[in-house]
């Protein structure tokens, strides 16, 4: 490719990167983020106030997302269209070309930390699947694993081939200094996103602030630290259920005492009723027509339409279960 194509190639990819790099961090959500770090080290650490921790959470977060946003948007098209290949269309595979009477089969990767022993083992099968269907048209097949960056001295698998670097790059162009042309067309073109991404990183560290407060902090400000490590670390609820199915009519001031199970993945219940960790969601514009106490007791307090049913999102131990109250008409019994 021409540079001036590869210029505006690299402005596209890049354009593409940061727009799902925004999307990523514009969507996230507190608890997303919060399952996967260490409450521990964050307490080890002497962190007690809720914005740093939130700062380092979104940090290490997005910049492990980042690899595979690169990867994927970035690195895996370079490669297609540097490479005179075509997308493949089997799985584990991304580009495919062929060199003669060699059928070469290529899987790009950012770097080369990418595979734990069950994702190395799934490669080799796609590879192995795709080897059987090239084999009827009598060519040599070469599956290739290539790495965007970083170093492969040796494979770790005689069956494929992998590269990294200023290797793979030399592999799919023929030019030996591609690696370093990729970083010198990335040149200045990532201040004009910059930006926005901040924009957007600011904005979501305001969101988790005020979330983590709400969720992890105590009335006087200071974090709740077994709650935290409750959410992160507890064994997990695989479900909520409720002493009635889907929807409970009920009699004008008529009070019913809802009961919640929560069942865990060590097969233990707990009864939640009373429990702090109970949460109840009223759909608007109801919140002033039903009403549920701490302790589970639901009753109607002004009319609605009857038959009409509210529903009420109920939620524990990062669990939830949505059920519906209707009511009926006729007066209680006394």
């Known amino acids: 490719m021409f540079t001036i194509e590869l210029e505006s190639l690299v402005d596209e990819l890049l354009n593409n990167f940061y727009r799902r790099r925004i999307e990523k961090i514009n969507t996230l959500k507190l608890k997303e983020a919060l399952s996967r770090k260490n409450p521990y080290l964050y307490k080890a650490t002497g962190m007690e106030n809720a914005n740093d921790i939130i700062k380092e959470i979104l940090s290490a977060y997005m910049s492990?997302?980042?690899?595979?946003?690169?990867?994927?948007?970035?690195?895996?098209?370079?490669?297609?269209?540097?490479?005179?290949?075509?997308?493949?269309?089997?799985?584990?595979?991304?580009?495919?070309?062929?060199?003669?009477?060699?059928?070469?089969?290529?899987?790009?990767?950012?770097g080369t930390n990418v595979f734990n022993a069950s994702s190395r083992k799934k490669q080799i099968e796609n590879f192995r699947s795709l080897q059987k269907r090239v084999a009827k048209r009598g060519m040599v097949f070469q599956p290739i694993i290539g790495y965007g960056y970083g170093k492969k001295t040796t494979s770790d698998t005689s069956e494929v081939t992998e590269l990294a670097g200023q290797l793979f790059w030399e592999e799919l162009t023929g030019d030996p200094n591609f690696y370093i042309e990729i970083i010198n067309l990335i040149g200045d073109k990532p201040q004009k996103h910059l930006q926005d991404y901040q924009n957007a990183f600011s904005a979501a560290v305001n969101r988790f602030t005020r979330d983590f407060t709400i969720e992890f902090c105590n009335e006087d400000g200071s974090i709740d630290w077994e709650k935290l490590v409750e959410f992160n670390s507890g064994k997990p609820c695989i479900k909520l259920e409720t002493n009635f199915k889907k929807n409970k009519a009920l009699k004008?001031?008529?009070?019913?005492?809802?009961?919640?199970?929560?069942?865990?993945?060590?097969n233990s219940s707990e009864d939640l009723i009373s429990n702090a960790k109970m949460e109840y969601i009223i759909e608007e514009p109801f919140k002033d027509v039903l009403n549920i106490t701490s302790d589970g007791l639901v009753k109607f307090t002004s009319e609605t339409q009857y038959s009409r049913q509210i529903k009420v999102v109920i939620s524990a131990y990062n669990k939830s279960v949505t059920r519906s109250f209707s009511l009926k008409k006729g007066k209680i019994e006394s």
Do not use: H, M, P
Request: no cysteine; charged share 30%.
């Open 64 to 110: 492990s997302s980042d690899e595979g946003i690169f990867g994927d948007a970035f690195f895996e098209v370079l490669a297609e269209e540097v490479s005179n290949g075509i997308v493949s269309d089997s799985e584990g595979v991304d580009v495919r070309r062929t060199k003669g009477n060699v059928y070469q089969a290529i899987a790009v990767k950012s």
């Open 252 to 266: 004008l001031d008529e009070e019913f005492q809802l009961e919640v199970i929560a069942t865990f993945s060590d």
